[in-house]
Each structure stands twice: as structure tokens, then as C-alpha cells.
């Protein structure tokens, strides 16, 4: 088994296999941070991506607001048409909003979403 150890906690593999990180005293605090960072990623995500979102009522686009825990680093959007919009090839609409919004809205946000997350994160971790 292997196991990672340092000044700030450990990284192992429990019983079932999964990667767990046990963090020593003191680094409580860094590992909230980190959940708070995450967080904020996704969110950040979120409002970027909502003008590439195609829509019609808007229950796509509000839909990954139900879909997905904040913070667990995974957006789903779970309108049961949000696969085929996704992956349509005629589904681009008027302005950004289209298919594989995602994708377009990365590459065109991408360095924006970054500057945020490291200033946020400065902020949060000294």
C-alpha cells in the first residue's frame, strides 16, 4: 500500500481503494480552504458558462444548479434533454448559446475564470 507523508498530513488508499487525505493539526484550517476553493471554482464555472447555455424556458440552463453539490468539482445538468443539446450539431442558437457550451465557453473564458481563482484564492490561503 502506498502512502504519502508529510509536515502537513498523509495521503493513503483506504479499505475500498479510494485516495483519502488525513490532515495533522493545524492544516483543518487548509483543508476548509481548499472545500471553499472548490466552491468557488464551480460557481465561478457556473456564471460563466450561463450565456453559452442555449434556452428556450431556461430550465437547461437552471438545471445545473440542481444537478450538482458545489464544491464537489462536478457540474451536471440534469434537464433529461441536456445530453442531446449538448452533443447536437444544429443546436447553435442566436449569439453564444449552442451546443457543447462548455467546451466554447472554456475557450473563450478560460484565462478570465484563472485570474479569478487565483485572486480568490490569495486571498483565502496566506
Not at 47 to 58: E, L, N
Request: charge should be positive; charged fraction near 25%.
Amino acid at each position: 500500500m502506498m502512502r504519502i507523508v508529510t509536515d502537513r498530513g498523509q495521503l493513503f488508499a483506504n479499505a475500498n481503494g479510494q485516495a483519502v487525505i488525513r490532515w495533522n493539526r493545524g492544516a483543518r484550517q487548509m483543508n476548509e480552504n481548499f472545500d471553499r476553493l472548490q466552491v468557488f471554482i464551480d460557481n465561478t464555472v457556473v456564471r460563466h458558462m450561463d450565456a453559452y447555455v442555449p434556452m428556450r424556458t431556461g430550465i437547461l440552463k437552471k438545471s445545473v444548479v440542481l444537478g450538482s453539490r458545489m464544491g464537489s468539482g462536478e457540474l451536471v445538468y440534469i434537464a433529461p434533454y441536456a445530453h442531446k443539446r449538448y452533443y447536437s450539431s444544429n443546436s447553435r442558437l442566436n449569439g453564444k448559446r449552442g451546443s457543447k457550451w462548455f467546451h466554447r465557453m472554456w475557450a473563450a473564458r478560460k484565462d478570465t475564470i484563472i485570474r479569478e481563482v487565483k485572486n480568490y484564492a490569495r486571498r483565502l490561503m496566506p
